[in-house]
């Protein structure tokens, strides 16, 4: 069968071109690969030669190949070969199936310039011998194999792990630097001297207050006024009591459970209640008066600091003998 069937092709083919030397066209086909595998692409050409008084109609792009599909199409200009016009036309074609396949011959029209009628010659069939991807004696179909297992790439891991500890120290920064930034601190700490005692603040404020002209100025009121802040911040530094916003019974109260000395807590009574007689009465009082409300605050003072501190510097105003009579003798009041 098979040879009868070649004994056909050939026929046919000695027949077309009979035909296209009696009538002075001339067609061409062909084929590159012939042979290829499951899915390749075969480039199909069909091109015809005639003289200029000739018109020919090349196949169109939805042109029947057989078992190929279309892929691209793409008609040539015409051009002139040897004095003839030559006129081509490409198929881009491939197929699925496995075996040999026949592009069969594609149908061309032409016709003489002032005759009417059309003509009609055929291209020579070719034959596209197609192959498995992988030919195997036991057939095209095989069983499905078994996945493959992806080794684990620790390296990988170790590199995610350092990026996401990267990222959140720098997360980490961000937020404590923003934090200060809110705090209205700077963006690096700063050393932070230790606050003073309260008793060595209000003695050098009380030393600093004391001027010589203080009663020439006559401004008595800001003077106690300012006489009694001071006081009343040493109150709230040495006993964290808010004395600043308290008045002078809320003070008086707040030490009602024995924590000064019977002494210490009369002269705080006579110092505010002096300061409140000139700040609120409008009492103008002598100099006698302002250096005995000095030397109450000097008193209280020093009789409610530290037992530490209090006996160290009973201990160094023994030790310094005349220059501790000098410091004491600068008191308000004590020099005559």
């Avoid at 198929?91 to 061309?108: A, H, K, N, Q, W």
């Amino acid at each position: 069968m098979r040879a009868v069937a070649r004994a056909s092709l050939v026929l046919l083919s000695w027949a077309i071109a009979a035909e296209q030397a009696w009538c002075g066209v001339s067609i061409e086909s062909r084929a590159e690969p012939t042979t290829i595998r499951i899915g390749d692409v075969v480039r199909y050409t069909i091109a015809v030669t005639h003289d200029e008084a000739t018109i020919v109609q090349l196949p169109s792009p939805g042109e029947n190949l057989g078992a190929f599909e279309i892929r691209d199409f793409d008609l040539f200009k015409p051009r002139k070969v040897d004095g003839q016009v030559r006129e081509e036309a490409e198929y881009l074609i491939s197929t699925f199936d496995v075996g040999e396949f026949v592009i069969p011959p594609v149908r061309v029209l032409y016709r003489v310039r002032g005759d009417s009628s059309w003509h009609e010659l055929r291209s020579q069939p070719i034959t596209i011998r197609v192959e498995s991807l992988n030919p195997d004696i036991h057939g095209d179909i095989r069983d499905i194999k078994a996945p493959l297992s992806m080794p684990y790439e620790w390296r990988r891991l170790l590199y995610r792990l350092a990026l996401v500890l990267v990222l959140l120290a720098v997360a980490g920064a961000a937020v404590y630097l923003y934090m200060r930034y809110r705090r209205g601190a700077g963006l690096l700490p700063v050393r932070v001297e230790p606050p003073r005692p309260a008793h060595e603040v209000a003695l050098e404020e009380l030393d600093a207050l004391f001027h010589p002209d203080l009663f020439e100025r006559g401004e008595m009121k800001l003077l106690h006024i300012r006489l009694s802040e001071i006081l009343r911040k040493y109150i709230q530094g040495r006993f964290e009591v808010p004395a600043l916003d308290m008045t002078t019974t809320e003070i008086l109260e707040a030490f009602s459970d024995g924590q000064l000395p019977g002494s210490s807590r009369t002269t705080l009574q006579e110092f505010l209640q002096a300061c409140d007689l000139v700040k609120f009465a409008k009492y103008q009082p002598t100099r006698d008066e302002v250096e005995r409300t000095f030397r109450l605050a000097y008193e209280f003072v020093e009789g409610t600091r530290p037992v530490e501190l209090r006996d160290r510097a009973g201990t160094e105003g023994q030790d310094s003998g005349p220059e501790a009579s000098e410091s004491e003798s600068a008191k308000p009041g004590e020099a005559q």
